[in-house]
């Protein structure tokens, strides 16, 4: 999957293992293994098939955006990038075409 980022200083955070472990401490090996399945992923159904990934998309008033687990608390999270957004028949989102996103951040939302 094509993974971009919000901005360049969110993208160096990603950039090798040393800047992960900088940026996220303790969280580093499981940040270095999400983005990892991110990239290697065809589309989100890849990811949706990945119990510890558990993907879920947000809830207003931030609808629209997905969140993948590296912590009991921390997501990383990000947008698909598809224009138009692929839809099923049914009006939800065909997440086996969606196969670009942007990371938008590493957080605590809860």
Known sequence: MTVNYKNNKLE???SDF?????NYGTRAKNVKKRIDELIAA??????????????????????G?????????YRITFIPMNDP??????????????????????????
């Open 42 to 63: 065809k589309s989100l159904t890849d990811i949706s098939m990945l119990p510890q990934a558990n993907l879920h998309e947000l809830k207003t008033p931030r609808k």
């Open 18 to 22: 040393k800047a992960i472990a900088k």
């Open 85 to 110: 957004l692929p839809l099923k028949d049914d009006g939800g989102l065909d997440l086996s075409k969606i196969t670009e996103i942007k990371i938008n951040s590493v957080e605590d939302y809860h």
């Open 65 to 73: 955006e997905f969140a993948v687990d590296i912590s009991a608390n």
């Open 12 to 14: 160096k955070s990603f």
